[in-house]
């Protein structure tokens, strides 16, 4: 089945610390990849739309110039939290899905990654 | 805009019992697919079941399956036969485009 895969699982780091997170897709090409953010006991909050080759769109209230986003590959998307702050701790999750079978209205679901947990002290 | 609510902040079911999780959305598409995912304790996001709303036939996997009335905008989880590792928090979630919009899910406790 559809893999994908986040690294790193775990980072804790210092204030003002700008930490990247990958998300690969390793069986399938995913044009499209997304971001989520969970806060303890909260749902999925998607953070922004990872668009391949192109610019990625941010959901309404998060900061694009805090959460850079760069989808460079068909099977890689990165999140570099920049300038972290204890604020920013959170657990973050990447999704994609498989684009060969199409964009929209396809029954094919989202995969996600195992999330990356950040700690800023 | 589409929503999706989830009413039962936590449930609770004996071992072998059956348990209903309920989810309802609103939406002015006709359409658009649903789903229930299951994320245990270890953080992991795990696909548990998928409907397409233009099958009106509820889908099941295994001792899931769901309660879709596509009128009422409603599409419930049910768990048979519930196990141990069935504790999880369950998300019900919709997709219309390319996003998925998440339920604030329901703690499930499985009690020995």
């Known amino acids: 089945g559809a893999v994908v895969s986040q690294h790193p699982s775990r980072v804790i780091c210092k204030s003002g610390t700008s930490v990247k997170i990958e998300c690969r897709s390793l069986d399938f090409q995913a044009t499209t990849m997304f971001w989520y953010r969970q806060f303890p006991k909260k749902s999925l909050m998607l953070m922004a739309t990872?668009?391949?080759?192109?610019?990625?769109?941010?959901e309404q209230g998060v900061e694009k110039d805090k959460f850079l986003i760069n989808h460079a590959s068909l099977t890689l998307s990165t999140l570099t939290v920049t300038s972290a702050h204890p604020e920013d701790s959170s657990f973050y999750i990447c999704?994609?899905?498989?684009?060969?079978?199409?964009?929209?209205?396809?029954?094919?679901?989202?995969?996600f990654g195992d999330g990356t947990r950040l700690s800023i002290l | 805009a589409q929503t999706v609510t989830q009413s039962q902040p936590e449930m609770s079911v004996q071992e072998a019992e059956t348990v209903t999780l309920s989810c309802t959305y609103d939406t002015s598409e006709n359409n658009y697919y649903l789903f229930w995912y299951k994320q245990p304790p270890s953080r992991q996001m795990i696909l548990v079941i998928r409907q397409e709303a233009y099958k009106q036939q509820n889908a099941t996997e295994n001792r899931f399956s769901v309660n879709f009335q596509k009128a009422a905008k409603s599409f419930s989880l049910k768990i048979s036969d519930s196990q141990l590792g069935d504790t999880a928090m369950y998300f019900c979630?919709?997709?219309?485009?390319?996003?998925?919009?998440f339920g604030t899910g329901t703690r499930l406790q499985v009690f020995p």
């Open positions: 999704s994609a899905r498989d684009t060969a079978h199409g964009q929209f209205l396809s029954n094919q679901p989202q995969h």
């Open positions: 990872s668009n391949e080759g192109s610019k990625a769109t941010y």
């Open positions: 979630a919709f997709r219309y485009t390319d996003k998925l919009i």
